[in-house]
């Protein structure tokens, strides 16, 4: 699934450079270095899978023929095409050594500069190269690129000058193994992780001819009291004999998409879980899978657009990222539009993120201002219009690939997979912890880079319970709707765990929200939820709800109906309410209810109950008013008779001041 940068092999140089044997070795060695180097080009020759074989028998080799400039190049290839590519860089410093006119040998020591972050060296060796082919073009495009290399070696000499203030640690051997692990997924509450790995213990524990590596398989572990557990592969049906890679999750951790080659080309797959067991994972629709390559895909927070990464048609250039919306009438996504050049370029896109505050998005490229392979970037939507994208800047990312970053909801932790000189082999899981520092935020934002929300605000709110049957205390399914108070708009849907009840939601700060819990045969139950501009201090609301059956007696308070002050006229506030009330009403046609109104204990005994009774009276007008029989509803004043709190504070006065319905 990883898109590598991997050199072509210069097979065709090899019998153009004379064996330069070192005086000091013996004939029998020198024959037994030379038969070790003649088994290691056949692999070579034959790339892709066998180049750890080829460099096993090189480096028996190298001993006798440490001056030959033809097999310090192949060692130097074989770990540009292995797990630890900065190690090719003194074997082209000895390659040049011995043959300064090898050709290409500029680009390669150019490009094994930039690895190690040496990017002057870097740069004096690419322009080296460019002089020697100027006016000249390679057959093989990839050693045209020596422009594009100076620009990244400009880039990452600015950015690692100018480094944000983040602290960047390798998740170590209890996450990371020596092959590649990559493709990490995060639940919003930071306590779930999903990742992707090429390890022995793979399912169904077979290789892949074509790489000699292990089929991919998903790995699974959580967080308690501070510490990941050990990462174990998903059972059946997640997993499966073929590839089967993590590359998208919604933000409650219940619903992951895969990567799957079925078809050979790679298509998109959406799993969902219910208590601890994942389902079957299932094809996306036509609109998303296409006949090219999806390799990545995250869900907005209110679940509406889905982004994923696809090299079709109608792109930019290699893989861009797209988005589809849902179709509610057609219960399915709608056709893709892709990003545009703000963020997508000429070169490869892949890894996206959608940060629950509605309008961030995190994702890597290879264009744009990358120091080198895939670095990640940020960009912003306002209104229809996506912002420059902005690179994280020094040491987020490197000269390497650094992909699939991700970020818990509060924003104080990422996470990604990235190829380092201090990582096991490959690709690594790392963590990055943003620390405030306006000072080194300001430069990074000078330089190019994107300015890090590190203050402990991210913009949003968690909101996380469980959804119980009132009279079983046990957890249930329920369809949970989100409300933007302000104009009755749908935030987002979703639904609780069917086992447990659980749920998990983030929805932007800033806003008033109602929020509606229904299930078939129960009351509907609201919560009305205030989140400020600074959402820090409530990013992770708690709640435990208890769903009432339709019963006689039962009663549920609705939070989200309210008054103009000491008055019975309706705020525009209250119609996302009234209309579930209306919804349960119809669909349940034989069900009588009671509308109460309640006051604090301010004011008279007279004037509270009739301003209750009022109240009361306008929920029942409405209800009315919108084809509910008259019969159906009654309405009753209690003013301050039927207090659930003390009136000793605003707090538990405000708690008395409510509306309350009861079937009769």
């Given at each position: 699934m990883v898109n590598r940068y991997i050199l072509p092999v210069l097979s065709f140089l090899i019998t153009l450079v004379p064996v330069q044997v070192s005086g000091q070795s013996d004939p029998e060695s020198l024959r037994r270095a030379q038969e070790a180097m003649k088994k290691g080009d056949a692999f070579f020759d034959d790339g892709g899978a066998h180049f750890g074989q080829a460099l096993a028998l090189y480096e028996q080799a190298y001993g006798s023929m440490e001056n030959d400039a033809a097999l310090n190049l192949k060692i130097g290839l074989c770990h540009l095409n292995s797990k630890y590519h900065h190690k090719s860089l003194s074997y082209f410093q000895r390659t040049a050594e011995l043959d300064p006119s090898m050709p290409r040998i500029h680009f390669l020591l150019g490009y094994a500069y930039q690895l190690n972050a040496d990017w002057d060296q870097a740069i004096v060796e690419f322009e080296k190269h460019k002089q020697a082919n100027r006016g000249f073009m390679d057959p093989v495009d990839t050693y045209n690129q020596y422009d594009k290399h100076i620009t990244e070696c400009k880039y990452g000499k600015g950015f690692s000058a100018t480094p944000v203030r983040a602290q960047i640690e390798n998740m170590g051997p209890a996450i990371n193994s020596e092959v590649a692990d990559y493709g990490v997924l995060i639940s919003a509450d930071g306590e779930q992780m999903m990742f992707t790995s090429r390890r022995s213990n793979t399912t169904g524990g077979k290789l892949n001819k074509a790489t000699n590596e292990y089929f991919e398989d998903i790995y699974a572990c959580r967080m308690t009291n501070g510490v990941w557990s050990d990462p174990v592969p998903m059972a059946p049906p997640v997993n499966t004999n073929g590839?089967?890679?993590?590359?998208?999750?919604?933000?409650?951790?219940?619903?992951?998409?895969?990567?799957?080659?079925?078809?050979?080309?790679?298509?998109?797959?959406?799993?969902?879980?219910?208590?601890?067991?994942?389902?079957?994972?299932?094809?996306?629709?036509?609109?998303?899978?296409?006949?090219?390559?999806?390799?990545?895909?995250?869900?907005?927070?209110?679940?509406?657009?889905?982004y994923f990464v696809s090299d079709r048609e109608g792109g930019m250039g290699g893989q861009d990222i797209w988005r589809s919306r849902w179709s509610e009438d057609q219960q399915g996504w709608g056709e893709p539009e892709n990003l545009g050049p703000i963020v997508n370029t000429i070169h490869d896109e892949d890894g996206i993120f959608v940060h629950p505050d509605g309008r961030t998005i995190y994702f890597s490229s290879k264009g744009h201002t990358s120091m080198g392979g895939f670095d990640v970037f940020k960009s912003e939507l306002n209104g229809e219009q996506w912002s420059k994208a902005t690179n994280l800047g020094w040491p987020v990312n490197g000269p390497d690939d650094d992909l699939y970053f991700v970020l818990t909801a509060d924003g104080s932790t990422g996470y990604f997979s990235s190829v380092r000189q201090s990582g096991m082999g490959e690709d690594d899981l790392y963590s990055v912890n943003f620390l405030p520092d306006e000072t080194a935020n300001d430069m990074a934002n000078a330089a190019g880079g994107a300015t890090l929300s590190t203050d402990g605000t991210s913009g949003t709110v968690m909101l996380k319970g469980r959804v119980r049957d009132f009279k079983l205390l046990a957890g249930m399914e329920a369809s949970i709707d989100i409300l933007d108070l302000t104009d009755a708009h749908l935030v987002a849907r979703f639904h609780s765990d069917a086992e447990t009840g659980e749920f998990m939601v983030v929805v932007p700060s800033g806003h008033d929200y109602a929020m509606h819990v229904r299930a078939n045969g129960y009351l509907f139950h609201s919560e009305n939820v205030s989140v400020p501009t600074d959402g820090a201090s409530v990013n992770d609301l708690a709640m435990d709800i208890s769903l009432q059956p339709i019963e006689k007696g039962q009663q549920e308070v609705m939070r989200n109906l309210f008054f103009e002050k000491d008055r019975a006229d309706l705020s525009k506030n209250s119609f996302a309410e009234l209309g579930q009330l209306l919804s349960m009403l119809r669909e349940n046609p034989s069900v009588r209810v009671e509308v109460s109104g309640h006051t604090d204990i301010d004011g008279s005994a007279s004037h509270n109950e009739e301003l209750s009774s009022a109240r009361a009276q306008a929920v029942a007008d409405h209800l009315i008013a919108n084809g509910i029989r008259a019969d159906r509803v009654e309405s009753k004043g209690y003013g301050a008779a039927k207090p659930v709190a003390p009136n000793d504070s605003e707090e538990n006065k405000r708690l008395n001041r409510r509306t309350e319905i009861k079937v009769l």
């Open positions: 590839n089967d890679a993590s590359v998208g999750l919604y933000n409650d951790g219940r619903t992951m998409v895969i990567y799957r080659d079925e078809k050979g080309t790679g298509d998109l797959y959406e799993s969902r879980r219910t208590g601890a067991s994942w389902s079957a994972p299932e094809a996306m629709g036509p609109t998303i899978n296409s006949k090219g390559h999806e390799s990545s895909a995250w869900y907005s927070f209110d679940r509406q657009w889905f």
